[in-house]
């Protein structure tokens, strides 16, 4: 009797199609908070443009532009989104246009008014956003919106372009990180102390030559914890995984892949599900202690999560349910990925259920939090991680943070030292009402300094910044090159997707990038 065809694999649709290679990335639920997602641009520049290309290419849901100026001829020289029959026209609606033919799933709008305006006459406008971009403000606008940004708790990300020169900074209150893709996740396997399921599947099991190399490894563990008399549960150094290697060799057969694949997994396969250090700090922290009705539902879930691992699972974390690659035959492998699953589904349901009681004890609706999101989290949790950030306006006040960055008496070419020469090109413009080297290189390189100098005593650093760096600013005259817009711009971009879908972690919270000698630098300020 011939065996049945093999079932033909779904069509992919045309989203998945069109969205294929970053979705593999984010994963459809990346996607769908990406695609529900609204930004807002303020200031039309070069690298404004480029960070909402970034998103608009992957199917941000929504963006708006906010720009008060027409097109004129030097925007023409460093924007690929404008050209000569732009000029005179809204820069907010020409590149609303332009950005919208790059996908038209995407819905765009803008409104003809500085940042200014909007602050002075309707504040609110930008609390709708999940997320503001923002670039190239001077010191005064960018103050009033991060503040204004700060109070509404709207994730904030600021972008410098100014030549060869290069800034991101990231204003987060507080951002929750699930999926942290860490890039040597360890695999949950509990071979030291297995779930009730595990244990009777593997007792029950032969090990062959057939079977995944996790029931090989068990076979040799129970051996090896007889042998210690104490009661410990698994190797824990170097002498004793060696010691567990040779134990497995010595019964090994030539052709035995599931025995090697043994021996190699001795280093990785023990020490998981206990809860990390990074995890137990979420589990104190006031906001996971203390809930109340204005709680973001991480924390419920992180509460939740909390109370089975101290109550009901006796300290370890939820199973993850994910099993890495072995060499089996198939029926094996499937029964014990089947085992896993099932497991982890059982953990999953405990903290889904304790948050049902949290929502309820706090009077708040019951799909606050679904099962799809409590069962990410518990397959997350060894990796879930909270960043707490600082107002952009702390850095224009005394603050110990600069002082580690400061260690000569003055500034030259260091990355720092082009961070500070920027903020005081900043507060020339909104000083001196007009860009520093556009006309008088020699006179602006002398106001430029008097401001630099200002500006740095009054953060208490008694430094000043050289000459050299001050004549590389002023001699930009505020030219934006489009390639180094264009590499700040997807930088900036892969930041706000990172804080939109709750993946990866993002910079904490500055980013510097120098073309002329192509180093960059994170720092927190």
Sequence with gaps: MSSPAPPKSPELSDKSKKYDRQIRLWGEHGQTLLEAATICLVNVTAVGCEVAKGLVLPGIGGFTIADGSTVKEEDLGNNFFL???HLGQSKALACKQLLQELNPDVDGDYVDESVDYILANRPNFFDSFNLVIASNLNEQSLLLLANRLWESNVPFVYCRSLGMLGTIRLQLKEHCVVEAHPDNRQYDLRLEQPFEALHDHLEATEVTNKVPWLLVLYKYLKVWQKQQGDGRQAPTNYKEKTKLREAIR?????????YEEAIKAVNTAFGAGV?????????????????HKKSDVFWIMAKALKHFVVEENKGLLPLAGVLPDMTANTDSYIALQHIYRQQALQDADQVYHKCQDYLKQLSLPADSIDERTVRLLCREASGLAILRGTRIADEYEKSCRLLPLVEDNELQGTLTAYNFALRAYERFLSECGSIPGECAVEQDIGRLKSIASKMLNDLGLHVNLSDDVLHEICRYGGAELHAVSAFIGGCAAQEVIKIITKQYKPIDNTFIYNAISTESVTLKL
């Design 275 to 291: 809860v990390p250090s990074s995890l137990k700090a979420i589990f104190e922290d006031d906001a996971c202690e203390q809930l």
């Design 83 to 85: 050209d000569s029959s």
């Design 250 to 258: 010595e019964e090994m057969k030539s052709d035995e892949e599931n």
